[in-house]
């Protein structure tokens, strides 16, 4: 199952760690942990996740939106945590699947790339128009 990880309050004023525990003692379910910062991703795994995620990462207001997906927290995280960390977020290219791959990472997630059709025309379309416009 997948939380938010990061260390926003939660609604129902709830530390990870709770969650983790009663989504294992309830279901016996994994937990992945989506993260944003490395800083975050150290807490989830001592909270108890048992996979981080970089879901999140750009999507707080404190971490930084890389243009594909964060493969330098990605690379930290993979290196330091005791658990497996999945590369989700921004994956739009097989370079960048694989360079996820490359950087640690244990699975790679892709949503929109594989799932959203207009926003994969309108990446079409924006290349195929700027590149016409050029002199
Ligand atoms: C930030 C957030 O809420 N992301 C969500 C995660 O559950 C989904 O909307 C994303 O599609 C998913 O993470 C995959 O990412 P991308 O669609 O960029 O490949």
Not at 91 to 115: D, L
Request: hydrophobic share 45%; net charge negative.
């Amino acid at each position: 199952m997948a939380v938010d990880g990061t260390g926003r309050a939660r609604p129902d004023g709830r530390a990870l760690a709770e969650i983790v525990t009663a989504v294992h003692e309830r279901t016996g379910r994994l937990v992945m942990a989506d993260v944003s910062t490395y800083e975050e991703g150290v807490a989830a795994a001592e909270a108890g996740a048992d996979v981080v995620g970089t879901t999140l990462a750009g999507y707080t207001p404190y971490s930084r939106r890389t243009d594909g997906p964060d493969l330098g927290l990605l690379a930290r995280l993979a290196a330091d945590l005791p658990v497996p960390v999945v590369a989700e977020g921004r994956v739009h290219t097989v370079e960048q699947a694989g360079a996820a791959i490359e950087a640690g990472a244990y699975a790679v997630v892709v949503g929109t790339a594989i799932t959203h059709p207009t926003t994969i025309t309108r990446w079409f379309a924006e290349r195929v128009t700027s590149t016409a416009a050029r002199p």
